[in-house]
């Protein structure tokens, strides 16, 4: 199980391999043996790349699910429960979602851990990670980036809120609602609209999600979220609305190096085990056609 979540985490059985401090040999071997119990296959690979298949993307749920209570369970029967302080980051938007849930059961599983909460923006926490003063952090980093540990890839989307009158049309700026700099969302999105020749302005610039959430529900512009924290009641802007990709970014946990080892893997664990498997991202359109007013940049009545 370990081994397969290595390879599903990395797409590579090298870097898998590298990460284990096993044979390449052995994790091709334990691969072969978990498709052999199950008796399907959950890996296709072939000479440039490793990809996960429907069965090996439930797997990944299951493996963080089977491995976190053999973690529980053995603290239950050895007594050697986890201990000490843990210095925990999160950012805004992720722990409006099922994070709070998360701590509350690592809490209730190891009542010998002071846990101790940062709630801020990604490049603030990564900064409090390397100075030491936060352990472990759960934060957005661009796709590929390589630090910490990949919990998932996202797609970023433009989203604004349905019902609201939001129109402009190409002669006019695209309203932005933007964090404060720096921002990575914020730095993407308006890379993405000046290589488009598409003209911008900053409609609102917030210091946290809530405030973001706030101006997209007013209908002052247009927002820019990860497409897997999009909140039901706000709608993600299809390709017809002229706007450009975004591109993709990464959900990691970034760890402190002297951070306390076995807090730090109880946590890392839980977050694993709760968080959603590793998956391609499917395009989706949500965003309602209608067939007379004025539209969107690109599109037409």
């Given at each position: 199980?370990?081994?397969?979540?290595?390879?599903?985490?990395?797409?590579?059985?090298?870097?898998?391999?590298?990460?284990?401090?096993?044979?390449?040999?052995?994790?091709?071997?334990?691969?072969?043996?978990?498709?052999?119990?199950?008796?399907?296959?959950?890996?296709?690979?072939?000479?440039?790349?490793?990809?996960?298949?429907?069965?090996?993307?439930?797997?990944?749920?299951?493996?963080?699910?089977?491995?976190?209570?053999?973690?529980?369970?053995?603290?239950?029967?050895?007594?050697?429960?986890?201990?000490?302080?843990?210095?925990?980051?999160?950012?805004?938007?992720?722990?409006?979602?099922?994070?709070?849930?998360?701590?509350?059961?690592?809490?209730?599983?190891?009542?010998?851990?002071?846990?101790?909460?940062?709630?801020?923006?990604?490049?603030?926490?990564?900064?409090?990670?390397?100075?030491?003063?936060?352990?472990?952090?759960?934060?957005?980093?661009?796709?590929?980036?390589?630090?910490?540990?990949?919990?998932?890839?996202?797609?970023?989307?433009?989203?604004?809120?349905?019902?609201?009158?939001?129109?402009?049309?190409?002669?006019?700026?695209?309203?932005?609602?933007?964090?404060?700099?720096?921002?990575?969302?914020?730095?993407?999105?308006?890379?993405?609209?000046?290589?488009?020749?598409?003209?911008?302005?900053?409609?609102?610039?917030?210091?946290?999600?809530?405030?973001?959430?706030?101006?997209?529900?007013?209908?002052?512009?247009?927002?820019?979220?990860?497409?897997?924290?999009?909140?039901?009641?706000?709608?993600?802007?299809?390709?017809?609305?002229?706007?450009?990709e975004l591109g993709e970014l990464d959900l990691v946990l970034l760890t402190n190096p002297h951070a306390p080892a076995e807090?730090?893997?109880?946590?890392?664990?839980?977050?694993?085990?709760?968080?959603?498997?590793?998956?391609?991202?499917?395009?989706?359109?949500?965003?309602?056609?209608?067939?007379?007013?004025?539209?969107?940049?690109?599109?037409?009545?």
């Amino acid at each position: 199980m370990r081994t397969f979540l290595a390879v599903a985490q990395s797409l590579s059985f090298t870097q898998a391999a590298a990460a284990l401090g096993l044979g390449q040999p052995t994790v091709s071997q334990h691969i072969r043996k978990l498709e052999q119990t199950v008796g399907r296959p959950l890996l296709v690979r072939d000479t440039r790349r490793v990809t996960l298949t429907v069965d090996g993307e439930a797997m990944v749920g299951f493996a963080r699910s089977i491995l976190a209570a053999n973690a529980q369970a053995t603290d239950y029967f050895t007594g050697a429960g986890v201990r000490g302080r843990l210095r925990f980051g999160v950012t805004d938007d992720l722990a409006l979602t099922q994070v709070p849930r998360i701590l509350r059961d690592f809490r209730h599983l190891n009542p010998g851990v002071t846990l101790d909460l940062t709630v801020s923006q990604s490049v603030q926490l990564q900064r409090r990670v390397e100075s030491g003063h936060v352990d472990v952090a759960f934060l957005k980093t661009a796709a590929g980036d390589g630090r910490g540990r990949l919990v998932r890839r996202d797609r970023l989307v433009w989203a604004a809120a349905e019902g609201t009158g939001l129109r402009w049309d190409e002669q006019r700026p695209v309203p932005l609602i933007v964090y404060q700099a720096p921002s990575p969302s914020r730095a993407l999105a308006v890379q993405a609209l000046e290589q488009a020749g598409i003209k911008h302005r900053v409609a609102c610039t917030a210091r946290g999600i809530n405030a973001v959430l706030a101006a997209t529900r007013a209908g002052l512009g247009v927002a820019i979220f990860p497409r897997s924290l999009l909140p039901a009641d706000l709608a993600e802007l299809p390709h017809s609305t002229g706007l450009p990709e975004l591109g993709e970014l990464d959900l990691v946990l970034l760890t402190n190096p002297h951070a306390p080892a076995e807090p730090v893997e109880a946590l890392t664990t839980a977050i694993l085990a709760h968080s959603n498997p590793i998956r391609p991202i499917q395009d989706t359109r949500h965003w309602p056609t209608t067939p007379t007013g004025p539209g969107i940049p690109g599109t037409r009545p």
